[in-house]
């Protein structure tokens, strides 16, 4: 863990996002799709997720970016950037 007041590391936020469906494709997570990139938690919590489209123009990676944040937000992670 990073800090006392941060409860959750990197790996975590790879777990909770690997939970999170692909809207096209709801059997398969982001995380297997290769959407999500690379994930960064900060000493003071702050998390950076880098999320990449399947293909050019994908027009679902809104919803996906709002998932990401939703999922996120419920496990207690507050400052976030996509």
Excluded: K
């Amino acid at each position: 863990m990073n800090s006392a007041a941060t409860s959750y590391d990197a790996a975590q936020v790879w777990d909770w996002l690997a939970a999170v469906a692909d809207p096209e494709i709801p059997v398969i997570s982001i995380v297997d799709l290769g959407i999500v990139r690379d994930v960064q938690v900060g000493v003071d919590g702050a998390c950076t997720v880098v999320i990449t489209p399947t293909y050019s123009g994908c027009p679902a990676m809104q919803v996906i970016a709002d998932a990401i944040s939703e999922a996120l937000r419920a496990h207690g992670v507050t400052r976030l950037s996509l």
